[in-house]
């Protein structure tokens, strides 16, 4: 279609969204308020961002990062640094650290997170089923955890550790809320007070007002190139929870007597400051990027989800295109439409740690980070790509008006 066209379309989606985005701007503001408490109440200070070297027995900028995370988690303590080199990195460290031989991990919202996997149930690659690590999953039903079958496994085999995962990775289910989160956390205590509750918070991060450990998750992991990093981070994770949990994942980073108590690093702390200061308004654009797409595709009868004008828990729209030429188009059209290795053509790949073909676009600034915009899709039916990110609102908008005028 006729770009004038295309502009109309986006503007009218706009003026349907208004009182959506008004929601999104108030839980920002909330969320921008508690960052900047955090910040103020740990001092932090210029001499923060210094690098250290070593074993990094100086570096003042580590504790304060993790005493920022801390605060605005509402954590007893938080594990952050930039040798945690990604998301799964992230999730793998409380489950090894906890976790012993014998020990039961179930998970209550499916499958987790495709890399997840082959870490929990893989053959001979180190996974923890080689330590002998069982693992159990109740299925969800569509967008609700199984709250009877969850409560009978715990009953049935007494779990260390609950999972759940709140953004959809690889799933055609929606995001879960913090708050829907916090019921089933309640309602699994009053079976088992002392069963360990662990979220992976992947892209959940600051898309509402409270996150899964302000009502009582345990522990919880998310990766600094996502939504935490304000798209400033250049690497990282987090892991932030009970005290004695987190240090149990330390000392799987580094190792048990040591914990987070060494760690240098030779580059500056301050874009990890500097992006979780951010992140806040960062993810309310991505959020309303998400959405204006989302009613963009609805005009052109492209089904995606979240629903058009439905809030969203995470920064992903899940776009169903049906067949493996659209996803590869649509993949090909963000790349296109990026700031970083636009001139780039992405085809499907054999990705590591994924088991189908995967095709990605990601023209960013940081590797691979899907804060920023990028979309993925693993080649399977019914081909749905996963978009998220935009660290800029306008950048989202501009792919929407190209969509239109692609694809409409
Ligand atoms: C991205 C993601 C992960 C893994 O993070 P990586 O940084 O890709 O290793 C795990 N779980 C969910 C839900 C994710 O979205």
Redo the contacts with the bound molecule.
């Keep these: 279609m006729e770009k004038i066209k295309a502009m109309e379309i986006v503007e009218q989606c706009e003026k349907e969204l208004e009182s959506i985005f008004k929601s999104i701007d108030k839980i920002a503001l909330k969320n921008q308020e508690k960052v900047l408490n955090a910040f103020k109440e740990v001092s932090v200070q210029l001499t923060n961002f210094a690098c250290s070297s070593g074993y990094g027995y100086d570096d003042m900028g580590k504790p304060k990062l993790c005493s920022v995370y801390a605060r605005v988690f509402g954590t007893e303590d938080a594990l952050v640094c930039p040798q945690i080199t990604?998301?799964?990195?992230a999730?793998t460290l409380p489950l090894f650290g906890i976790l012993r031989p014998g020990d039961t991990l179930l998970s209550i919202t499916g499958m987790?997170?495709d890399?997840?996997i082959d870490s929990i149930t893989g053959e001979g690659n180190g996974s923890l089923k080689d330590f002998g690590i069982k693992f159990e999953i109740v299925e969800m039903n569509g967008n609700q955890i199984d709250i009877n079958e969850t409560i009978n496994q715990i009953k049935k085999l007494n779990p260390k550790i609950v999972y759940i995962?709140?953004?959809r990775?690889y799933s055609a289910r929606d995001a879960l809320s913090a708050y829907y989160i916090g019921d089933i956390i309640n309602q699994i205590k009053s079976v088992k007070p002392d069963v360990i509750v662990m979220v992976?918070n992947?892209?959940g991060e600051f898309t509402e007002d409270k996150e899964p450990t302000d009502f009582g998750a345990d522990i919880m992991a998310g990766?600094l190139?996502?939504n935490p990093g304000g798209g400033i981070a250049p690497t990282g994770?987090y892991v932030v929870g009970r005290k004695d949990l987190v240090a149990l994942a330390a000392g799987r980073l580094t190792s048990p007597t040591l914990g987070n108590e060494v760690g240098s690093y030779m580059a500056s702390y301050y874009p990890y400051f500097q992006g979780f200061f951010m992140a806040p308004h960062v993810v309310a654009g991505a959020l309303k990027g998400s959405l204006l797409l989302g009613c963009v595709l609805d005009k052109i009868g492209i089904e995606s989800t979240p629903k058009a004008g439905e809030m969203t828990h995470d920064i992903i729209r899940s776009i169903k295109f049906g067949a493996e030429d659209k996803l590869v188009k649509f993949c090909q059209l963000v790349q296109s439409m990026s700031p970083v290795d636009s001139n780039v053509v992405p085809f499907p790949w054999d990705m590591p740690g994924y088991n189908d073909k995967v095709i990605m676009a990601a023209g960013t600034f940081v590797q691979g980070a899907?804060i920023e915009l990028s979309c993925d899709g693993p080649i399977r039916p019914p081909y749905i790509c996963y978009l998220q990110g935009g660290i800029t609102y306008e950048h989202v908008k501009l792919l929407a008006i190209a969509t239109l005028e692609k694809l409409g």
Excluded: A, V
Aim: glycine share 14%.
């Design positions: 990604c998301g799964t990195h999730l987790p997170y890399t997840i995962q709140r953004s990775g992976d992947c892209y990766s190139i996502k994770g899907s």
